[in-house]
């Protein structure tokens, strides 16, 4: 079975970070400013400006985004029909240095 999911790769920071999600492509489907202040008060997102399309270079299957400071990334991918322990990581040498990823389970609905 595949299951389609839709990612919100939110960047609190003031760095962009390379997300990289192993063994699996998605694709780009959107960047959104929105205002971080509120968001952490609040914990709610409310978005400053229209969504920004992924540039030409972005298009098509990826395995690593840029995920900008202060925006919402969107990220569409399937998972399967493969089942089992996957893993995501911000792309830095370091975090992969010390193993520095989050693991994810894509089960058998």
């Known amino acids: 079975m595949v299951s389609t999911e839709i990612w919100y790769l939110i960047d609190l920071t003031i760095d962009t970070h390379s997300?990289?999600?192993l063994l699996i492509d998605f694709q780009v489907i959107d960047r959104r400013p929105f205002d971080v202040d509120q968001?952490?008060?609040?914990?709610v997102i409310y978005y400053t400006d229209p969504a920004i399309p992924p540039e030409p270079q972005e298009r098509g299957g990826k395995d690593t985004v840029r995920a900008n400071p202060k925006q919402v990334t969107r990220i569409i991918m399937n998972f399967g029909?493969?089942?089992?322990?996957?893993?995501w990581n911000?792309?830095?040498?370091e975090h992969e240095d010390y193993e520095m990823m989050r693991p994810y389970i894509v089960r058998d609905i």
């Open 39 to 43: 968001y952490n008060k609040e914990g």
């Open 81 to 87: 029909p493969y089942t089992g322990r996957y893993v």
């Open 90 to 93: 911000y792309h830095i040498l």
């Open 19 to 21: 997300i990289h999600v």
